[in-house]
Structure formats: C-alpha cells, structure tokens
C-alpha cells in the first residue's frame, strides 16, 4: 500500500515508517512534486496542499483516502471525492486549541487598548488616561458551536461572561448559556458586544451575513472572523466598517485571498487584519498525523475510518 504525504513531516517521517514496516509511504513539499507515475499507484494521501483539484484527484485512480492536514476541506472538489467514493478526513478540533488562544488574544487586545498603546509606544506618547475596558457581564455570540467555540467557551469561562451560540440544529452545547438555530440570528445579533465566527463554508453559511446584521449589531460591538472569509460578502465588510457600523474587527479570513496590497481593508483604522494564521501551530504535524494513524489502524482492519471523516454532503 503506498501512502503520500503532501508535506515533508520531519521526524515523524521515520517514525511512520519505523510503526508500518509494510506500507511505503513517500514524503514531499506540495502535491506539484508528486511523480506522475506514484500518482497513478498511490492509495492513500495525507497532509495539505492547495494544488489537491479535481484534475489532481483524477490523475489518482486508486486513490481510496485523504487525511487532510486541516479542519476546512471547503476547497476540495468534494462531489467528485464523493462520487469516486474516497474517504476524506480531517483534522477537526487540532487546530481549535491555536484557534482558541487567538480569538482570547484578539479580545483582550482590544478591550485593554494594546493596540492603542502600541501606537502611542512608536510615536513616543505617554498616555496614563488610557482606560481598557472589562469583559466581565458582556455578551459572546458564538456562530457556530463546534469544536473551535467550545474550546473557546472553556478560556473564557473565568471572565463571567454570558455565552451564546447559534448553529445549524441549535442544539445546546456545554458552557453556553443559551443556543439557538441560524434562523434565529436576526433576533439576537443585536443583543451581543462580541460576535465572533467560527463556521466552516457551506451553502447555508455561504455570505450567511450581509450588511443588515451589522446594522442591527450595537455600535460598540466587536467581530471576530476566524472562520471563513465566505460568511460576508468582501464588499459588505468593507462598507461595514467604512461606515462605522460597528467599533472594530479582527480578520483573519477573507472572501479572497491572499488579500492584495491594494485592497481598502488595509487602509481602515478600524480593522485589525491577520494573514490568515490563527490555525497555524507549531504542533498541527504531531497533532494531525496521531489522528492519522489511529483511522490507518482502522483501515488496514476493516477497510474504514471512524475519527473525523468528513460528511461529504454537508462539507465538515
């Protein structure tokens, strides 16, 4: 059985090879420096790599598995993955913890003023009036309430904070005070000083939020995207905050990326923009390729995985 890494894993390379003596696993840096002719025998592939289309699954006829280095798989062909009948994983709930420290990072950074701080730091102003503000008592809409809201539901559960979620089924979820369905966002967007997005993109999340939410948000409020970009149209966001509709954001995902140099979010003053980056963590390789191997052990037994396969219809 042949098992290709689409990223180089350092040590964990040999270890692979030390734990599964009979498979013969082939390591590279992206998908673009897979030899044609491996394409054609590879039977299972792991890691991330942007260069995984349609034509690349294609060119993979035995191809059986994809453990995907990443929770969002939104960028994957997924009706042809479904219609060839290829199991797909993923890292779910890994990169929640990074997820998590960032979006708690992103909040107190702005309620303690560092940013301003900061500013006043390089202009070589001493400002001792600069007044941060409290969490304790404020409102935390949470859209979605997987795993990365969850984690971060348990880091903020020290600030007395009240906690909300909506979701697709609107299920109640441990640390949450109340939950509700998507369809209930227009009644309670307008409710919360902190809004953050967690979702993965789906048809139903696809520009889920559009200028009028904002409006309905108080002027004071905060949103937090780490999510995706696709939950807003770039050129609602964009007018959003041009127009002050609320205080500030934290972005780190976008309609389009990479974000080019030109675009107007760049120049507002009430934008704080991240690459991106929240989901990158020095321990995802560990992390990912344990769940690997335990679905691996599953699959050389019975042919199937059960740790984070991904619902091809719903697309997470």
Same mark, same amino acid.
């Given at each position: 059985?042949?098992?290709?890494?689409? &990223?180089?894993?350092?040590? *964990?390379?040999? $270890? +692979? =090879?030390?734990?599964?003596?009979? %498979?013969?696993?082939?390591?590279? &840096?992206?998908?673009?420096? *897979?030899?044609? $002719? +491996? =394409?054609?025998?590879?039977?299972? %592939?792991?890691?991330?790599?942007?260069?995984?289309?349609?034509?690349?699954?294609?060119?993979?006829?035995?191809?059986?598995?994809?453990?995907?280095?990443?929770?969002?798989?939104?960028?994957?062909?997924?009706?042809?993955?479904?219609?060839?009948?290829?199991?797909?994983t993923n890292t779910r709930g890994v990169q929640a913890k990074q997820l998590a420290e960032f979006i708690l990072a992103f909040i107190l950074d702005d309620y303690k003023k560092m940013r301003t701080s900061y500013i006043n730091q390089k202009e070589h102003k001493y400002d001792s009036t600069l007044t941060g503000r409290r969490l304790d008592g404020e409102e935390i809409l949470f859209l979605g309430t997987g795993a990365i809201a969850q984690r971060t539901v348990k880091l903020l559960s020290p600030f007395e904070v009240e906690i909300v979620g909506v979701s697709k089924s609107g299920r109640e979820k441990p640390g949450f005070n109340q939950t509700f369905k998507i369809e209930d966002l227009d009644n309670i967007i307008g409710e919360a000083d902190i809004v953050i997005n967690s979702l993965p993109e789906t048809q139903e999340t696809y520009h889920l939020l559009n200028q009028s939410h904002f409006k309905k948000m108080k002027n004071?409020?905060?949103?937090?995207?780490?999510?995706?970009?696709?939950?807003?149209?770039?050129?609602?966001?964009?007018?959003?905050l041009k127009n002050r509709l609320i205080r500030h954001a934290y972005l780190d995902v976008f309609e389009n990326e990479p974000l080019e140099a030109d675009n107007p979010l760049y120049n507002l003053d009430n934008v704080t923009i991240t690459a991106h980056i929240t989901g990158n963590d020095v321990s995802i390789k560990k992390d990912a390729t344990e769940i690997f191997e335990r679905n691996l052990d599953d699959f050389l037994n019975k042919k199937e995985v059960n740790e984070n396969r991904v619902d091809l219809d719903k697309g997470y």
């Open positions: 059985m042949k098992i290709v890494s689409l &990223k180089r894993l350092g040590d *964990i390379e040999s $270890e +692979l =090879k030390n734990k599964y003596p009979d %498979l013969d696993f082939s390591f590279f &840096k992206k998908a673009e420096e *897979i030899p044609e $002719e +491996l =394409k054609k025998e590879l039977d299972i %592939l792991i890691g991330y790599s942007s260069g995984v289309d349609k034509a690349f699954i294609e060119s993979c006829p035995n191809l059986k598995w994809i453990a995907w280095y990443a929770t969002g798989v939104n960028n994957l062909p997924l009706e042809h993955i479904k219609e060839r009948e290829i199991i797909l004071e409020a905060l949103f937090i995207n780490v999510g995706r970009g696709t939950i807003i149209a770039e050129e609602d966001i964009v007018e959003v």
